[in-house]
Every structure is written in structure tokens, then in C-alpha cells.
């Protein structure tokens, strides 16, 4: 097993670091199983004390109470009083700390600090150096962020309630009390009652029948940061893929999604030839009711994911590719602090990429990736062009911010760009290996971004005698000029049609054909189609490839964001469908900004929001919010 306890550090010694701009004081840690070091820095995200004394095994007991949507808990925190101080804190936000117990159920002083909007409130707990055990017995509130409670109209089965939670990125400390930071690893168990008719499923080892007391039982056996314990409770179903691999969903939903799945087990086996053994035991993935704000969330063991990429097709499955990869980006090697967060999303971008690569080919890959490469480009734009160029660095610096100001496609597309241009100047063989020593290195552990800097200049650069501009791209500007081309001959096709529009008179003079045309296809040609494009024109396209209706989100949200910008108006009734129904923010955030643009389409948007925002998750209203200047 990997644990990283304390015996396996030897040695903790203080060094100033210089790398970046702001110095920042760092513990060097070596760990005797490997003699990596891996520096310990300030988490400015989280209150815990965890260089002093830290969790280790995190036992659960929750009770989830649907009718007054509530979870009471009990966190027992094994703890390791590294330090043997007196005080250890822990992370709360909208929590009711009802009361803390030590070993042998004594009582504990504690007192709770002053809420910060953003980070919460510090939980202070008067321990002993030789204290082991920590109990929490609390409940979570209304306000409990990471919580959606959603009533049986927002399920595909329309009976029963559900619930899920969203840990990422510090949403963890709203449903349970802990040292809610990724450079903090621990174990965890749980047992969870609810009602008999629905089943509950964690991160973790999970059942595959409901049980007839309504409780269930949970194991996580590996160490993983906070932010991936994750509970999703609702009237679900089971079903199997492959070997390891499988589906839960509502009984309605279960036999599209397993379809829908049919190459999932062939992805984590393409995985781990690209990058070494999958650790986690069983890949399963969730699909979850629209709401879920997020495409995917990479839940060890069970991936969260929106039903939205159930196309029919399977056209939507990268994101299924992008979720396993975190198994080794991000939950085997994890982002030290949220500065950090490209380490989790680049390199798992470009792992996703490899993975469409290796099953459909790099004519599908390419394609995928000029997509999320258009769209780098915008933003990398609108960052510079409003004074915000320091967000276009990979490391950021999100002090005083929200953690989640770090999700953006820099982290993501320039991240794995950046491996990609990586990898074409070492080429792909030495680069491979080196990334699979690179995840064999750091499992289980937490990375910043100066230790991947550093091992790659000494593990990659300098063996093979290469002059790279790594820090230009890590801790510089935009996107630099030896950024790899991407090209597309299927997306020069596209880019021809939305040109030749203006000339055509019917549809079928485009000779689109839609037997073979793919998603990323479809969704090129919506972007290209020109502005001055007449609403004849867009109505014609309507009418043939019922583009407003199609059933598939990617393309319908393409579809509505340009028809706002010509104003043609025959989207709006499945639009208000969609925004209604649909709670992934990737895909609201931009129709409601352009919206947002001219005042009759404010006035509509509100209108639509009035209806939507109920069926919301808190991460998704407070972004709509603020598009739409909200308050209630
Ligand atoms: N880990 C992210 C989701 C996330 C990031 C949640 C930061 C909260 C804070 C997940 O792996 C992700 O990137 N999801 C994407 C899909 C992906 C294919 C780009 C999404 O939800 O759109
Ligand atoms: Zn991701």
C-alpha cells in the first residue's frame, strides 16, 4: 500500500523558494519508500492545520433525512498529531457543529471562527499531543453548497428524491467537517441510511442492490485528497459493461447508457497502456439527472457525469475519456494547491486526447481537441484584452479569489498544449516514458507546479539534451509561438459550407451528409456560420437538420448562441426547454451571456431564468446570477 504516514518522512527542512514572484515559504519532505521530494506549501484555500497535525482515515456515518433535506453526521477523523500541538482545525461552511468528542468519548472544547463568504468558517478543536481520535457530530443547512436535493419532478422517474454532492473544489467542507485541502491525502469509510427504496453510492466500493434497510456500507482504500469524497443517493440501477467497468442510473435511463457506454472498458485499457495500471479496482460511472452542474466529476472509482452526453450515438464519450485519465491526473497524482489546478486538467486533456486517439483515431482526436483550441484562443484573447493577462499563466494566483476563477480553458487546452508541444519536441516514445515515470513517481502524492517543472528539466530536458521553453509556458503569458498546429481537413469542409451559405438557395446544395457528419463536425460549422448569415438562411438550416431540436447538447447549444447573435428567434421555445431542464453550467453560462447582450434578450432571459433557476445547483445559479445581475 501507499500510504504516506509519517514514518516514510525522514527529513522535513525549511527552504525559501525563488521560482516564482511571490516568495513562499515551502517544507521540503522526502518520503523513504521513493527519495521523491515533494514540497508542502501553503494551501491559501484552507484553514487546516495540516503540516502540524493531519487526518488520516476519515470514518463516516450519515443519515440522509429527504424530507427536510438534511444529512446528519458523524466524522470520526483518525488523526496524526505530527507536531503534538494543542489546537487542530478543520474546514466547515454552512455546517451545525453539534458537538466534538475525543478518544474515548470525552468531551472537546471548540469553538467556530468568523465566516468568510468564500473559504467558510475554522473549526478549532483543543486536542492533546497525544489525541488519536477526532468525532464530529453535525448537520448540514439549506446553505450546504455542495448538497442538490432535488424533488422526484427533476428525475427521469418523476417518483422518488435524489440527492448528490459536488466536493470540487471547496465545496467538501459544506457537507462534512475536515481539513478540506487537496495537499492533505487520507483513507475513508462510511455508512449511509436512507430510505429502503433508493441505493446510495460513494467514491468508493459500492453496492449493486439496493438494500431492504436502506443502509449501505463504503470503503476507500486508497489515500485521495477532500474533494473527491463524493454520495450520490436516488432511485438508481446497476448495470455491467465490461470486466470493471459499469453503469448506475434511474431504471429508465439504464439501457441507453450502457449503449451509449459500449467502449468504456476498451478506454481503461487504452489507459493503462498509455500510462500504467489502473489502481482504483472498478471504473463505474453515474449518470446523473440534468441538474448536475458539470459534465463530469472525477469521483475515484465512480465518475459523476451529465446526462447530457447520452447522444445516442456515443459521439460525446471524450468526456467519459477525460474523467478516467484523472484516475492518474489528479487522483493518483494530485494539484498540491488550487494554483496548481492546470496539473490536474492539462495533463488530463492531453491524456483524454490520447485515449480518443488510441480508440477512434486522430482524425476524430484532432478534430475534438480544435475545438476546445477555438475556444482557447477566445478567452486567452478576452484575458489579455482586459488587463487579466496574469490569468493566462498556468500557475495561477488565486489568493482571496474562488478556486473555481481557475477553470478556464488555460488550464485545461493550454495546459495540454503545452504537453503536446512537450511531447512533439521530445518525441512521443521518450515522452510516454517519461510520464509514466512521472505518474509512478508522484502516486499518491500531491505535486505543485515547481516540482513537475523540475522533474521534467531533470528528467526529460536535460537526459535527452533539449532546450525547451518550459517556464515561458508555464509561468509566462499567452500561448507561446512554438505551441503545436493543430489541423483538421474534415474541419476545412466545415469552414467551406459556412462560407458558401450566402450562395446556396436549399439545403441541399451544402451536400452535408448527415450519415457521417460527427458532432465535432456539426458544431465547427455552427461557429463559422458568418454573422451577417439572414434569418431565411438559419431557418433553412432548421428546417433540414432540426439543429434547434436535435437532441444532442453540444450541437443545440452551438445552434442557440449563434441564432441569438442573428436574431432568429424560432430557437426560443426549445431553448427555454433546454435552459430549463439542463443545469450544466459549461453549457448555460454562455447562452445566458449572450443573452444578456441587448435588453430584449435580458428580458427574456429573465423570464426563462425565473422558470430555470430553481432546478439549478448553487454552483450554476451563482454564476447565472451574476450574468443576469439577479437577485431574487
Ligand atoms: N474536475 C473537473 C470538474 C471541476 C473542476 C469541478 C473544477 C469543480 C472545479 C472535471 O474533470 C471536468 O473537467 N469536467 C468537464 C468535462 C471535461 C470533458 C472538460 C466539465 O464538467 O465540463
Ligand atoms: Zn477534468
Known amino acids: 500500500m501507499n500510504f504516506r504516514t509519517v514514518l516514510g518522512i525522514f527529513s522535513i527542512s525549511l527552504l525559501i523558494s525563488c521560482s516564482s514572484e511571490h516568495q513562499t515559504e515551502k517544507v521540503k519532505e522526502e518520503t523513504d519508500s521513493t527519495k521523491v521530494e515533494t514540497t508542502v506549501v501553503k494551501d491559501e484555500h484552507s484553514y487546516a492545520n495540516t503540516n502540524d497535525v493531519k487526518t488520516e482515515h476519515l470514518h463516516l456515518a450519515l443519515e440522509i433525512d429527504f424530507d427536510n433535506k438534511v444529512i446528519h453526521g458523524r466524522a470520526t477523523h483518525k488523526i496524526n498529531n505530527i507536531s503534538g500541538v494543542s489546537k487542530m482545525i478543520f474546514d466547515t461552511h454552512d455546517l451545525v ?26 473549526l478549532e478543536v483543543e486536542i492533546k499531543p497525544e489525541t488519536k481520535k477526532v468525532v464530529i457530530v453535525y448537520r448540514t443547512t439549506p446553505e450546504s453548497e455542495a448538497l442538490q436535493w432535488l424533488n422526484p419532478q427533476q428525475t427521469a422517474g418523476k417518483k422518488l428524491p435524489y440527492l448528490f454532492t459536488q466536493g470540487e473544489a471547496v465545496l467538501t467542507r459544506s457537507w462534512i467537517p475536515c ?13 449511509v441510511t436512507c430510505p429502503s427504496n433508493l441505493m446510495a453510492v460513494m467514491s468508493a466500493t459500492n453496492p449493486t442492490e439496493k438494500s431492504t434497510e436502506g443502509y449501505f456500507r463504503f470503503e476507500m482504500n486508497n489515500p485521495i485528497p477532500s474533494y473527491l469524497i463524493a454520495l450520490a443517493v436516488g432511485d438508481l440501477q446497476f448495470a455491467s459493461l465490461g470486466n470493471r467497468t459499469g453503469v448506475y442510473t434511474e431504471p429508465s435511463m439504464i439501457d441507453k447508457c450502457v449503449e451509449e457506454f459500449e467502449d468504456v472498458e476498451s478506454m481503461v485499457e487504452a489507459a493503462e497502456e498509455l ?35 447520452i447522444a445516442g450515438d456515443k459521439s460525446l464519450v471524450s468526456l467519459i475519456a477525460h474523467e478516467l485519465a484523472h484516475s492518474w491526473s489528479g487522483n493518483l497524482v494530485t494539484n498540491a494547491t488550487w494554483d496548481d489546478f492546470w496539473l490536474n486538467e492539462g495533463f488530463t486533456v492531453y491524456f483524454e486526447n490520447r485515449i480518443m486517439e488510441k480508440i477512434y483515431g486522430k482524425e476524430r482526436s484532432d478534430m475534438l481537441l480544435m475545438i476546445e483550441y477555438q475556444e482557447l484562443l477566445h478567452e486567452n484573447d478576452d484575458m489579455i484584452n482586459s488587463g487579466h493577462g496574469e490569468d493566462t499563466h498556468l500557475k495561477l494566483n488565486l489568493k482571496d479569489r474562488n478556486p473555481d476563477d481557475g477553470m478556464t480553458a488555460i488550464a485545461y487546452t493550454k495546459g495540454a498544449l503545452f504537453l503536446k508541444t512537450l511531447e512533439e519536441a521530445v518525441g512521443r516514445d521518450k ?6 515515470s512521472y505518474f509512478d513517481t508522484y502516486q499518491f502524492k500531491t505535486v505543485t507546479t515547481e516540482d513537475f517543472v523540475n522533474y521534467a528539466k531533470n528528467n526529460l530536458l536535460k537526459p535527452n539534451n533539449i532546450e525547451f521553453n518550459i517556464d515561458e509556458w508555464v509561468y509566462g503569458e499567452g500561448i507561446p509561438d512554438n505551441c503545436v498546429k493543430i489541423e483538421s481537413d474534415r474541419f476545412k469542409i466545415c469552414d467551406e459550407k459556412a462560407k458558401f451559405l450566402a ?6 446544395e451544402l451536400l452535408i451528409d448527415e450519415s457521417i457528419w460527427t458532432t465535432q463536425e456539426w458544431m465547427r460549422f455552427i461557429r463559422q456560420i458568418p454573422e451577417n448569415t439572414t434569418i431565411e438562411k438559419m431557418k433553412m438550416l432548421d428546417d433540414a437538420f432540426n439543429l434547434s431540436d436535435r437532441g444532442n447538447a453540444e450541437i443545440m447549444s452551438e445552434w442557440y448562441i449563434k441564432s441569438i ?17 439542463v443545469g450544466r453550467r459549461k453549457f448555460l453560462a454562455p447562452i445566458y451571456t449572450e443573452l444578456a447582450k441587448t435588453s430584449e434578450n435580458l428580458k427574456l432571459a429573465k423570464k426563462i431564468y425565473k422558470k430555470a433557476r430553481p432546478n439549478y445547483h448553487a454552483i450554476s445559479f451563482n454564476t447565472i446570477d451574476e450574468i443576469l445581475g439577479w437577485s431574487e
Not at 471504473?283 to 447530457?308: C, Q, R
Not at 515522452?431 to 509514466?436: A, I
Not at 447573435?565 to 431542464?581: A, C, S, T, V
Open 97 to 122: 457543529i453539534e458537538d466534538v468528542f475525543l478518544d474515548n468519548g470525552e468531551h472537546a472544547t471548540f469553538k467556530l471562527g468568523e465566516i468568510d463568504e468564500l473559504l467558510g468558517q475554522p
Open 179 to 191: 481539513q478540506d485541502t487537496p495537499s492533505n491525502r487520507i483513507t475513508y469509510s462510511a455508512e
Open 275 to 309: 500510462y500504467g495500471q489502473y489502481k482504483w479496482g472498478r471504473y463505474d460511472i453515474i449518470v446523473l439527472p440534468p441538474s448536475f452542474p458539470f459534465g463530469g466529476m472525477e469521483n475515484p472509482k465512480l465518475t459523476f457525469a451529465t446526462p447530457t452526453i
Open 431 to 436: 515522452f510516454d516514458k517519461f510520464l509514466n
Open 503 to 508: 450562395d446556396v438557395k436549399t439545403a441541399d
Open 565 to 581: 447573435k442573428i436574431g432568429y428567434k424560432d430557437i426560443n421555445e426549445p431553448m427555454e426547454q433546454f435552459l430549463i431542464e
